[in-house]
């Protein structure tokens, strides 16, 4: 049941310059509907042979709704995408690793 809501973050280069004279970056989050899955055991510990200790895992409804994204945002903790995985019909399963909390992350309740 898709009943949690996530945001699918990016980021971008902008063309104007901090004060260092490098490009500033801005973030864009796209907000949708995800179910949260369990880790399974056999893809905890595959993920963990290269040092990777995956944490969260989401389905979306629709594979189209992702866009490469780098991060999803979820009850205000950010997690990077360790993988994607196109399940049944159109679904897809995206797994995360790393869950640092971010105070400036707003998802909708």
């Not at 409804?61 to 995985?85: P, Q, S």
Request: proline letters at 2%; charged letters at 35%; aromatic letters at 14%.
């Amino acid at each position: 049941m898709y009943d949690e809501k996530i945001a699918l973050r990016s980021y971008a280069t902008t063309d104007e310059k901090d004060e260092y004279g490098d490009y500033k970056q801005i973030t864009i989050d796209r907000t949708i509907w995800a179910e949260e899955l369990s880790i399974g055991m056999k893809e905890f510990y595959q993920a963990q042979a290269p040092g990777y200790k995956p944490e969260i895992k989401f389905k979306i409804e629709d594979y189209l709704d992702y866009k490469g994204e780098e991060e999803v945002v979820y009850k205000g903790i950010v997690y990077k995408i360790l993988r994607t995985y196109k399940s049944k019909g159109n679904s897809l399963e995206i797994t995360c690793y790393g869950g640092v909390h971010d105070e400036c992350a707003e998802v909708g309740d």
